[in-house]
C-alpha cells in the first residue's frame, strides 16, 4: 500500500505542477511584447552599435580642443558662430535644403497626379522609368551632371553656343554653381516625392470625388477640399523625411564643386569633412555637423505635432 500510495503521489505531481498558476518570469516570456523585444534585441544592438554610441561619441569630440586633450565644452561652437565662413555655411545649407525640399515636393506632386490619371500598364512603365534617377547611385549620377557642367566640355554650353548663345560657367560662379547642386538634389529626390504621393493618391476613396462632383466641385475644389486633406499626413513626414536627408547631403556638392568657388557651396556636410578630416581638427569638424541637429529637432517637432494632431482628430 505504502508502494502504490507513493506511486500515485509520483504519477499526481507532474500534473499539480502543470496545474499550478505560472510564475512571474514564465508570464514575463509569454507576453507577446517580451518576444516582439527579443526578436528586434540585434537589430537594436545594430543600431545602438552604428548610430547612438557614435553620435554620443561626436558629442563628446566637438567638446575637446584640436588635440583631443583637453575638455572645451562650448568653446568649438562659439568659434565657429564667429568665422564668416560657417555663417555663410548655415546660410547656404538651409538655402539648399528648403529650396531643393520646396521644388521637389512640388514636382512629386504633379507628376503624381499625372502618372495617377494615366491607365494600368502605361503607368507602370513610366512610374519604373521615372525612378530611375532615384535608383542609380547618387555618387554615379552626379559624375554625370558634373560633364554636363564642365566648363571645357559642357553639354549644356555645346547646346547654348549651338543656339547662338554665350557659354555659362555653371560651377565657376557662386550663384551658378549653387543653382547647379539645386537642380542636381532635385533631379535625384522628386522620384521619391512621386512615389510616396502617388500611393497617397491610391488610397484617397473614389466615393469622395464622387460625392465633390455631385456637390459641384471643380478641378480644383476637390484638389483643396479632398485630396489635399487627405494626403496632408503623407505631405509632412515626406517633407521630413526629405528635409534630414539633404541636409546631410554630401556627395552633390563634394563631387560637382567640392564647396567653391570661394566657399560658396559649402554645406554642413561638407564643410565639416574639409574642416575635420582635410584639415585635421576633428573636434571643430563634429561641431560642424552637429550643428544641423538643433535645426531639424525643430522641424521635427513642429511636423511630427502637426501629423499627431490631424490623427487624433480623424480619430476623434
Request: with cysteine.
Amino acid at each position: 500500500m505504502a508502494d502504490g500510495t507513493s506511486i500515485s503521489a509520483n504519477l499526481a505531481a507532474p500534473a499539480r505542477a502543470a496545474m499550478a498558476p505560472p510564475s512571474g518570469m514564465r508570464k514575463f516570456m509569454r507576453r507577446r511584447s517580451t518576444i516582439a523585444v527579443l526578436m528586434a534585441m540585434p537589430l537594436i544592438l545594430l543600431i545602438a552599435g552604428l548610430v547612438i554610441w557614435p553620435a554620443i561619441y561626436a558629442i563628446w569630440l566637438s567638446m575637446l580642443n584640436k588635440r583631443m586633450t583637453q575638455f572645451v565644452g562650448l568653446g568649438n561652437y562659439a568659434f565657429l558662430l564667429k568665422r564668416n565662413t560657417f555663417q555663410l555655411v548655415i546660410f547656404q545649407s538651409c538655402l539648399f535644403a528648403v529650396t531643393a525640399v520646396i521644388l521637389k515636393a512640388l514636382l512629386g506632386f504633379i507628376v503624381a497626379h499625372l502618372m495617377h490619371n494615366i491607365p494600368g500598364k502605361n503607368q507602370r512603365i513610366w512610374r519604373g522609368l521615372l525612378l530611375v534617377p532615384w535608383v542609380i547611385p547618387l555618387a554615379l549620377s552626379t559624375l554625370s551632371w558634373w560633364w554636363l557642367f564642365d566648363p571645357s566640355y559642357s553639354a549644356f554650353n555645346w547646346i547654348l553656343n549651338s543656339l547662338g548663345f554665350q557659354s555659362v560657367p555653371w560651377l565657376g560662379v557662386g550663384w551658378n554653381a549653387r543653382f547647379a547642386v539645386i537642380a542636381v538634389n532635385v533631379w535625384f529626390g522628386t522620384p521619391f516625392f512621386m512615389i510616396m504621393y502617388l500611393a497617397a493618391l491610391k488610397s484617397v476613396p473614389e466615393q469622395l470625388y464622387e460625392a465633390a462632383a455631385i456637390d459641384g466641385a471643380g478641378p480644383v475644389q476637390k484638389l483643396l477640399h479632398v485630396t489635399l486633406p487627405m494626403m496632408r499626413n503623407i505631405i509632412a513626414i515626406t517633407v521630413l523625411f526629405s528635409l534630414i536627408v539633404t541636409f546631410a547631403d554630401f556627395d552633390i556638392v563634394r563631387i560637382l564643386t567640392a564647396g567653391g568657388p570661394q566657399d560658396m557651396t559649402h554645406l554642413f556636410a561638407t564643410y565639416a569633412f574639409s574642416v575635420g578630416i582635410q584639415s585635421g581638427d576633428i573636434p571643430l569638424g563634429a561641431s560642424v555637423s552637429l550643428f544641423m541637429l538643433p535645426i531639424l529637432a525643430v522641424a521635427a517637432f513642429f511636423v511630427l505635432r502637426g501629423v499627431t494632431r490631424r490623427t487624433q482628430e480623424i480619430a476623434a
